[in-house]
């Protein structure tokens, strides 16, 4: 695959699979629609699954390799809209995995109209790295829609679409998924705090900006997102 040697190769398409899984147990199976791509290296591959095949229905036997062109589109192997990632991916040189997925709670929160705020610790490895997108502009299927996406997504790791579900970005299968775990919980928190009232984050005034953005360095090290990917795959495991 690409310049990966055998061992890297081995460990993504690994961690691509078990991606799915941990998507899978946190509630995040999107039936049909959802989508886990991984880039392979540098590379103009990617990793995709067979199209029409819910996340607890992907194994190795399931993962296609398709190139920027997408030409497996057109005899059915991967989903179309994987177009769009094919843009996040030319866009951003520091992506190397993208999660696409409609949990019902994020959906929910994003019909509020609420803007992300981080409500619990974790959530800080979210801080300044969510944008959102409130325009509906039909079936994702076309790259021109992804650059619409590249636009409002910038820098950032995570964009809520509206009434839809969320992207997330990450330099990594671990990162990015990791990432749209986390935002999903703090999506449920912040619901079960608007059901009590208002809700309040964690200030972004004066010495405290300082400590926000340190924890969220902190959460983002490579070390605490492999300990973090290792029990979500032990717990879906166990689902």
Known sequence: ??????SEQQKLKQDFITGFSILDADGQNSGIAG????????SEQLLGHQYGLAFDEVDASQVRQVDFALKSTYDGKVSPSLAFHVTLYRNRSDIGAIVHSHPDRVIAFSATGA????VFQSALMLHDKVAHYDDY?????????GLKFAEKLGDRQILLLKN???IAVGRSVRHAVCAAVIFH??????LQALSA???SGFSDVGETKNILEQAGEFLNQDQIIDMRWEQLARKAKQK
Not at 185 to 190: E, G, K, L, P, T
């Open 197 to 199: 009232g208002s809700t």
């Open 185 to 190: 919980q703090n999506c449920r928190i912040h």
């Open 137 to 145: 502009d039909g079936i994702i299927e076309n790259e021109t829609l």
């Open 164 to 166: 839809h579900g969320l």
């Open 1 to 6: 695959m690409g310049e990966l040697s055998k």
């Open 115 to 118: 803007r992300f705020e981080p």
């Open 35 to 42: 989508h886990l791509t991984a880039r392979i290296g540098r």
